[in-house]
Structures are given as C-alpha cells and as structure tokens.
C-alpha cells in the first residue's frame, strides 16, 4: 500500500515528514484552503529525494499555471480535485503521473470514471463535500465495491489513527494507497509527526501484530529499547527512521527474495529425520540452515543487512563474530556486492575457529582480533561498537543476532523468520498441519531461534524450546546459561536478561561452542522466558558433544556444536507417538571438527 501525505506547507513540516519516507507528498495550489502553499520557497522541496513523488495539488487552475508549476517546482505528479474534463487530464498524461479526485457518496455514479480510464494514471476517491477535500470526514468504504474499472486509486477523507488499521482490510484489487491530510495535523498544513510514525508503523507493517511483539519504542514487554551513548544515537536514529521503509519497499523484496533463491538456496530443505523419529518415539524434523552458502542461518541475515546498507548509501561494513559463522556470512555479502568488510572476533574464538578466520581472510575481510576481557564474543562486539561511533558516517554495523540497541533485534527478527515461514508451509505439505507441537533451537544472542520461533509465536499451542549453554555445569562458575544465572540488565545497547556480578559487572561466559559464548540474549528472548511463552533451558559441553555424535551416526549429519545443544534437550523429553517436533540445525559442523576430535580422539 502506497502513503501519500497531503498538504504540506511549512519547511521544516515538510523535512519531519520526508524523513518518514512517504510514496508521495502532496502541495496544494488553491487558495480557498487553509493549506495553500503560497509563496513556498522551490528550495524547500530540494530535500525531496527522487524515490518520493512531488504532486502538485490544483482545483480548476488553468493548464498554462499548472505547467508553469510544473517546471518551478519539479512536480512528477499532480492532483486534479476540481472539474477537470478527460481531455484536461489527457494533455499531461505522460509527461507525470495524473491522478484525478472524486467526491464520493451513496448516489456516486462510478460509470462517469469510464471516459477518464485512458487519461489518467490513478483516482483519488474522497468524501463529497460542498469543498474539495479537506474534510476529514469519512464516507462508506464499502461503496468502492461498485468501482470495476482497472485504474488504481488513492483512498482519501477520514482517514486517521482511530481507522488506519481498518483501511488495511480494504481487498479492493485497485486499492493502491491511503492518502493522510487533515485528521494528522496540529493545525491546517502542520503534520502531527508522531501520529502519522503511527499510521505508517501500521500500514507498513512496521511492529509485528503479535501479542509478544516490539511496539513503536523498541520494547518487547519490559526489555528492548535502544541504550546508546550519545555519540551512536546518529547512526542508530538514521537506522530506526528509514529500515522500515527501505525493507518493506517492492524493489527491496524481490531482490532479497531472488538472492535468498538463488544465491543461498532457499528454501532450506525440512527434513523428515526417521531414525531419530524412531529413537525418541515421535515425528522429528531437521529445518536445515546447515544447507545454506556459507553453512549456516546467518546468511539471511547478512543478505538483508547489506541490501539496508547499500539503499543508505554506506561504504565500509563492520561486524562481529563468535563462532565465526556471522563473520564468514558477512565477508561473503561484501564481496559479492564489493563493499569493504571488517570483523572483530575475539582472540581465543579465532584460535578455535580458525578455518572461519581464514575463510572470512579469503574472502577479503580484515579480521582484527578483540584481546580484551574474556576475548570472545562479548569483547568483539565491544569492539565493533568502538568503531562505528568512529566511523559513523560511511559505515554500517551488521550485527549478527537479535541483540542490540532497537531497532536490530527487529531487523535481525525479520530477515531470519524466513525460517519459520518456510517451515509452516513445508509442514502443511508434509503433515497436512503447519502447527508442530514444538519449536526447538539452541540460544546465545538468539538469532536462529528467533527466526525459528517467529511465525508461531502467537500459536500457543506450540512450545517454544529454547536451549542455552551450560557449559560445564550451572553451577561451575563457566557458563553461559543466561536465563539460569542472569537477571535484567543493559547489555550492548539493550535492556534483556544477561549475566552480571551485583554491582552490575557482566559476568564472562563459558561455553565450548563459540556461538552460545555470550552473557546474554536478544530482548524478545528476555520477554519470552520472562512471559513464561517459552521454555528456556541449558545443555552442558559434554550432552552437547555426545548429541553431535549421535546425529553423525543416526542421520549422516555432522551438526555445529550450537546445534548439538538443542539436539541433546530431546534426551530430557517426552513426546506423543503423534508429536511433530521441529529442530533447527542452525549450521554445519565443520567449523567445529578440531573440537570433535579433541573430545572423542579421533
């Protein structure tokens, strides 16, 4: 659905509501309305970037003026809400998109619109008043059932925060876009900013529609947000006002989609694991991230991020990586899209995931080593933040998982529920239900699991499984078991769940599996567990190294060690014969071999 925001009149109203990215903004060339723009400056509309339509707005002003207007102005639409014939209409076809208003009630004749279907590019249909538009009343939607024509149309009066929602009901197949004027203003032609971040938070989709959701601040329940230092608040801001427009444009789609088919190899394969199915006595499936390029989940992410990062015109990547998997998706993006890429890995993580290093080193990474603190993942990302607030202009941070200030763990949330899309589809065809009993993946930040998670978390009748690590016991003083040992705190921007000494000091983690060695998790995660909407729990080393194996000899599939920690939780499970039970096999276990070896000596 296309935004137009109409009736715009004062420079600065107008950059507020450019930074919102609306499809069109709409200026009103008639002098009987409070929202005439007499005497804008040409200046003020410099601003406007060419992916928004400049329309200019006009009631039965001649052609010679609108053509002048035209040319002054760089309009590439305009309005006609007055009388204007078809053959008026047909004279600037071609030249820039011509929409033409009607007022419309009950007795409204729509067999009048036949003789303009070749004239104009859209309609706009408002409520029929004495004056032409501006009413801010609404007339009956379902009147637009008796339009039949082919021509696509604007729907206009009324429209407000109160109705927006319902608007999106409209399955009218020409309902094109809403147009937003009079019911947003704190006055005639000044925009209520807030309001209309509302109305396109709603109309774009922008917060899930979930009860367990992020709302307009950023929180899921009472974690989320964005806690940043003053210097990080640009690049964050520029991140939080454009993501959302950027990743629900048409053209942002169909490339991530053909890169994810194409490139990656989506959709990943839901496989049916028979021989565990007969071990744990119910049905048991793989969702096979392990099958994707570069070996793991964390391309999705990686391909959607460098998609953002390129329509925000940056120049360099950063990023930080644990077990090496983000870092090697990472490098694998900016090479194909020829963009600098740096990565911070901590110092132990890259002696124990070598091969990633030098696969993220072939790739044409820089890869510097974070030596400070427990020199794993927590210090990598204390790192990488270092280097955006100093590089805040050319650079994008691609953070790997659903940690972070807001909005990342959204944007993190959405690229990765590609997983859980895919999945309820495959279940349907596989099943004839798309519901599973369970949801299963291993937990550090949180990544995998939430995009495992995020299309049935409003089903409660699923549970949600999610499996940390114990590391050497809960109680070992080496772990990692963040919902066991953690309470509420701020971590890397957010306020979540994480592990930190009385005074607040973070606590180092432990964990085997580079991937899971993090003192917290993702904000959503947090609310979850805190919720009671998902079952957090935790493996230690040696039931996660025993899983790895026994999927090796049962399937034929030798799984990440992150991995292994969700696959080992079935040993502590019963289920119905009929139970389906998804598991995600979040990466592959080559990286991870050397660890193998070392434990079972091979």
Sequence with gaps: MKIKVCGLKHPENIKAVIALQPDYVGFIFYDKTPRYVAGLSVDALQSIPPSIQK?????????????????????????????????????????VTVIKAFGLNEDFDFDQLK???????????????????????TFDWAILDKYKLEIPFFLSGGVGLENIA??????????????????????PALKNIEKLEQAFNIIKNKTQQMKYGVNEQGYYGDF??????????????????????????DDFKAEFDDLLKNYVGRP??????????????????????????????????AIGQILLAKRLGKKRIIAETGAGQHGVATATVCALMNIECVVYMGAIDMVRQAPNVARMKMLGAKVVP??????????????????????????????GSVVGPYPYPDIVARFQSIISQETKAQLLEQTGNELPQYVMACVGGGSNAMGMFYHFIDDEAVKLVAVEAAGKGVNSGESA??????????????????????????VEPYSISAGLDYPGIGPQHAHLFKTGRGQYVSITDDEALQAGLLCCQLEGIIPAIETAHALAQLEKMTFEANDNIVICISGRGD??????????GY
């Design 591 to 600: 990286k991870d071999l050397d660890t193998y070896i070392n434990y079972f």
């Design 370 to 399: 974070a030596t400070s603190g427990s020199q794993t993942l927590k210090d990598a990302t204390n790192e990488a933040l270092r280097d955006w607030i100093g590089n805040p202009v050319d650079t994008h941070y691609i953070i």
């Design 224 to 249: 989320g947000g964005a806690y940043i230092p003053e210097m990080l608040y640009p690049n964050v801001e520029e991140l939080r006002l454009q993501y959302l427009n950027i990743i629900n444009d």
């Design 115 to 137: 003789d303009y279907a070749n004239n104009v590019d859209l309609f706009l249909f408002d409520t029929k008043t004495k004056i032409y538009g501006g009413s801010g009343k």
């Design 481 to 506: 078991a963040t919902t066991f040992l953690g309470n509420e705190g701020v971590l890397h921007g957010s306020r979540t769940i994480l592990m930190q000494t009385e005074d607040g000091q973070v």
């Design 268 to 301: 990943s394969p839901l496989y049916h694991a028979k021989r565990y199915s007969e071990k744990y006595g119910a049905n048991i499936f793989f969702k096979r991230e392990d099958l994707n390029h570069t070996g793991s989940h964390k391309i999705n992410n």
């Design 55 to 95: 329309t200019g707005v006009f009631v039965n002003e001649g052609a010679e003026n609108i053509e002048r207007l035209i040319a002054e102005y760089g309009f590439n639409a305009i309005q006609l809400h007055g009388d204007e014939s078809p053959e008026f209409c047909a004279a600037f076809k071609g030249r």
């Design 166 to 187: 319902e608007v999106k009901n409209i399955t009218h197949p020409q309902f094109y876009g809403v147009d937003l004027n009079s019911r947003f203003e704190i006055e």
